[in-house]
């Protein structure tokens, strides 16, 4: 997780001369009784003591601005590759470092399921059907060629984006994995939830999920038959005054929501949670979801979020998408 903070050579004779200067100055200020200065000579040792105090605040910054970043484009090379990255502004250096480092992508404060999903089957779990959450956060916080993320909140956000979306297309959460009967305790797919990144808890593979999922419905059979049509002999099928006798149920559900784009993934949770769910139970119900988005972004939209959004679109499969210039 370290990224690295250098001084340009040329610009470091620069600070250092007016250091000098700034020790020299601040030792005069500081021994004036026993210099003896009068008046005026105190007065400039303090005018020079902040003056430089100013210049060498100013030369700080001018001199410390090359980001020197570690990467591994191939896990199997152990050979890094370092970025040079010249940082720019008048920001303080923390700032400035980190600003350029995300919109470089060096840096992730914000990772979406859908990239989460990626690493997963990239990297870290073709031979197993999940993953523990330390370990993967641990593997995060130690490895050149996976993201690097700000703080492992990042991470909880993400894995609460996932499991909060309408269907279960990227991972399941668990609280942990029974060994002896070979379940996951507390599985959650969709709907939100809290999220612990400990020992016990783990991600598990959407398809292992599922099928956990669907033994754990309780079977969907049949209900108890109707009784005889009035006035029909007992053991007789029934005909049409059986349907005539029955209650004029709708046939069709629609609805419309707008929703938060600051808090969409809570609130989609729990439209799945809260509404979808009750219709998808139904015998032979037939529920579709479509989303739609629309973002007006006067600043206009930068290449690299064109790029990710475009990636992520691609990867979730949708219908329709694209970035217009009117």
């Known amino acids: ?15 250092e ?10 030792s005069i200020a500081d021994e004036r009784e026993k210099l ?12 020079k003591t902040r003056e430089l105090e100013d210049t060498v605040a100013a030369r700080i910054l001018e001199t410390w601005v090359w980001a020197l970043v570690p990467g591994q484009p191939d896990p199997q090379n152990p050979m890094l590759d370092w970025s040079q990255i010249r940082l720019q502004g008048q920001d303080p250096l923390a700032v400035r470092i980190s600003r350029k480092l995300v919109q470089d992508e ?20 073709q031979a197993t059907n999940h993953i523990g959450t330390r370990q ?40 942990g994995f029974n060994t002896e009967t070979g379940r996951y ?7 939100g939830g809290a999220v612990v990144i400990d020992a016990l808890s783990v991600l598990v593979k959407p398809d292992i999920a599922k099928a956990q999922q669907a033994t754990e419905r309780p079977p969907a059979g049949p209900g108890p038959g109707p009784g005889p049509t009035p006035g029909a002999e007992p053991g007789a099928a029934p005909g049409p005054a059986l349907e005539a006798l029955g209650p004029d149920l709708p046939r069709r559900f629609f609805a419309t929501v707008e929703v938060s784009p600051d808090r969409a993934a809570r609130d989609m949770g729990r439209i799945a949670e809260e509404v979808l769910q009750h219709l998808t139970t139904l015998p032979q119900a037939k529920p579709s979801v479509t989303i739609e988005i629309a973002a007006e972004v006067p600043g206009g939209v930068p290449d690299t979020v064109q790029r990710i959004v475009t990636e992520n679109c691609q990867t979730l499969k949708f219908k329709t998408h694209g970035f217009e210039r009117s």
């Open 17 to 26: 001369e007016a250091m000098r200067s700034l020790i020299a100055w601040t």
């Open 1 to 15: 997780m370290l990224v690295f903070l250098a001084a340009d050579k040329q610009r470091l004779a620069d600070l």
């Open 106 to 125: 060096a840096l992730m404060t914000r990772m979406g399921p859908v990239r989460l999903r990626l690493v997963l089957d990239r990297y870290l779990w």
């Open 185 to 191: 305790d507390g599985l959650k797919l969709t709907g």
């Open 136 to 175: 993967l956060w641990e593997y995060l916080a130690s490895y050149l060629y996976l993201p690097r993320l700000r703080d492992v909140t990042v991470l909880i956000d993400a894995i609460q984006a996932g499991i909060s979306e309408l269907v279960c297309d990227h991972f399941a959460y668990a609280g």
């Open 36 to 47: 003896n200065l009068d008046a005026f000579q105190r007065r400039q040792a303090e005018s």
